[in-house]
């Protein structure tokens, strides 16, 4: 079966630049979306369409994408970025596959 | 605004049934890719269902995990639909998430136990 891969944590001072990569053999193929997700929490949408961008969420988050990996970037990162990061695509069947989860760490 | 409303979670017994509704106000479910998603306490997203649009079959498609026990269905005249699940196990104690399009609702937990 397909799969997304995604680092399990990242860390990073306030101030810096996270970045969180995602992996999958059919990303150049299929758009990637990528939701956030607070504990307790649904997730909530941050990047769709590889690198667009909803209109409430801060220009300092941003998606690229090269060959088979996506990636987020969230500069000047903050306290309240402190979160669960899923990047989710579909197979060539159209089903739904998500990543792993990457937690991030505002230290 | 595009809102999903899912009902209310509970308490089944193993090998025991439950349904979980998903509301959807702002959009026409004719027109929409319906998904359901589950994450165990501490875990990751877990796709385990969608029902296609009208005008792409209307099929459904399933988890190897839940096939054969879990349903969907969809009710356009009333913008819901629906996961039905039989056969509960306790692994599938989780907060199940309806998803259309790339909105979520709001969560409903359900526990398996005895």
């Known amino acids: 079966s397909y799969e997304l891969t995604q680092p399990p944590s990242v860390s990073v001072s306030p101030g810096q630049t996270a970045t969180i990569t995602c992996s999958g053999d059919?990303?150049?193929?299929?758009?990637a979306f990528w939701y956030q997700q607070k504990p307790g929490q649904a997730p909530v949408l941050i990047i769709y369409?590889?690198?667009e961008r909803p209109p409430n969420i801060p220009a300092r988050i941003s998606g690229s994408t090269s060959g088979t990996t996506v990636t987020l970037t969230i500069s000047g990162v903050q306290a309240e970025d402190e979160a669960d990061y899923y990047c989710q695509s579909t197979d060539t069947d159209g089903i739904v596959v998500f990543g792993g989860g990457t937690k991030l760490t505002v230290l | 605004e595009v809102q999903l409303v899912q009902s209310g979670g509970g308490l089944v017994r193993p090998g025991g049934s439950f349904t979980i509704t998903c509301e959807v106000s702002g959009m026409s479910l004719s027109d929409a890719r319906m998904n359901w998603v589950r994450q165990a306490s501490g875990k990751g997203l877990q796709w385990i269902g969608r029902i296609k649009r009208p005008v792409d079959g209307g099929t459904t498609d399933y988890a190897a995990s839940v096939r054969g026990r879990f349903t969907i269905f969809r009710d356009d005249s009333k913008n819901t639909f629906d996961l039905h699940m039989n056969s509960l196990k306790t692994e599938d104690t989780a907060v199940y998430y309806c998803l259309v399009g790339a909105k979520w609702g709001q969560g409903t937990l359900v526990t398996v136990s005895s």
């Open positions: 059919a990303l150049p193929k299929q758009y």
């Open positions: 369409q590889d690198t």
